[in-house]
């Protein structure tokens, strides 16, 4: 469900799967309803910067 999101302009060979996938999930704690339930900046740049996947804990 994720790649349905990218933009259809983007050739599929000038992104990765996995780090699409990651940084949408990223992108989707960030937008909690409560404030407090969203990362901060410096917990979003350690996720952006860590090789695994982030797993969305609701």
């Not at 407090?36 to 910067?49: C, F, G, N, Q």
Request: proline share 3%.
């Amino acid at each position: 469900m994720h790649m349905e999101l990218v933009d259809k302009s983007i050739e599929p060979n000038e992104y990765e799967t996995w780090k699409v996938k990651k940084i949408m999930e990223i992108a989707l704690m960030c937008t909690q309803a409560s404030a407090s339930m969203r990362p901060t900046m410096s917990e979003v740049v350690m996720l952006l910067k860590s090789k695994g996947f982030v797993q969305i804990i609701a």
